[in-house]
């Protein structure tokens, strides 16, 4: 995120003159770095990601190294935003912002006992931040309590000419705000669906115990929990006939860096990734510590709003949220309650991803999700759940985390 006059490195060793590159220094703040600086908030510092946010497991990058988890030397910290989730845990700053793409808010949230709230697209701006896929980016806060997550909501959220999507959001943000929206009671009546492998994603029996003890808790509050909300839905079949183009991380990568870095001002070493490939003699990305790629060959080039196959792409994560939103109407649901990751957090040199359960599902139809601390497993490792709801969501959202 940019905080002008600062360099901002987005993991990378490239976009630093300290670690060999070119300094990527920004003339102003990201609008959320100056919401968050307008409300009195002193910003402490910047954290460490993956080489372009490309990781939801560790984040380590080229630029500054290793980030650890404060539950453990031996977990990894979740990524992208496993710097924030680390400073955060660790009592280095009260709170913090993060980005997500592809769990990048949620699962340093859930490594590390944060909550951490993903917005729908278009409730919080994006512009200042270096992008991964621009379209289906979003930004929110990273904290040790839901009051202070929906506090920080309060001053992220909302409309700026520098986003424009920030207008689509802004009939459902509450007028009287969202701490002033907290229930301790919310969850009273409430139906919620429950996790019941249908993202082909089985629970580890640690996990599975874990959850049923939350789901007890859930019920004692007064929730109604409903199973098999979408077996023989249709959902798995819509879901997974999806295009053969713009569902990965890459293919737009091109175009939104070069957005960005137009961006930065006169006072960055440089505005295109030509530009920083011509004055370095490298392919951008070839050399990240983690997925090394090439940003050039991996993107589509050019915009991607002007590609067929990008429009093939909108149609279906169009017919998936609708599908979505058919299923949650007919359910007569409030939300679902799922379990963060299927496995117990993995350790560094496993192998092992974090196991998420509904990462893609979500990012790709822009769901908003709370991710919340929900007790540790047999082994000390934190054990998260999510509350996942339709878009804009503007009641449960609040209701329900307040009970954690």
Known sequence: MNLAGVPTSNGYWGFRRSTGGLDMIP?????????????????????????????????????????????????????????????????FAVLGLGTETGSSIQSPSASQSLVGIKPSIGL???DGIAPLVAQRDVAGPMAKTVEDAAATLDVLAGPTIQDVRTYNGLASIPEEGYVASLDSGGLQGKRLGVYDGVWDNPL????DAAYNGILDIVMELGAE?????????????IYEDSPPLYTGYTETLYHDLNLYFQ?????????????WEEKTNRTMGEDAAVSPFSVTAEGTGGDPLTDPAYWEYAGWRSRVHKKYIEIMKEEQLDGLLYPFSAIPWPTFGSGL??????????NHIGLPGITLPAGYLDGGQPFAIQLLFSGYHRCSIQEGESNF
């Open 204 to 207: 580890s029996p640690e996990i």
């Open 263 to 275: 961006d930065l001002g006169d006072t960055s070493d440089f505005n295109s990734v030509e530009e």
């Open 27 to 91: 003339s102003r703040d990201a609008s959320v770095v100056a919401r968050l600086q307008e409300a009195g908030a002193i910003i402490m510092g910047k954290t460490n990601l993956p080489d372009f946010a490309r990781s939801g497991t560790v984040s380590d990058s080229s630029a500054v190294n290793r980030t650890y988890n404060s539950y453990g030397l031996n977990l990894v910290p979740g990524g992208s935003s496993g710097g924030t989730a680390t400073a955060v845990s660790s009592s």
């Open 225 to 237: 929990l409903v199973t098999n909300v979408f077996n023989d839905s249709g959902w798995t079949e």
């Open 124 to 126: 919080v701006p994006i």
């Open 353 to 362: 991803g974090v196991g998420a359960i509904s990462v893609p599902q979500i």
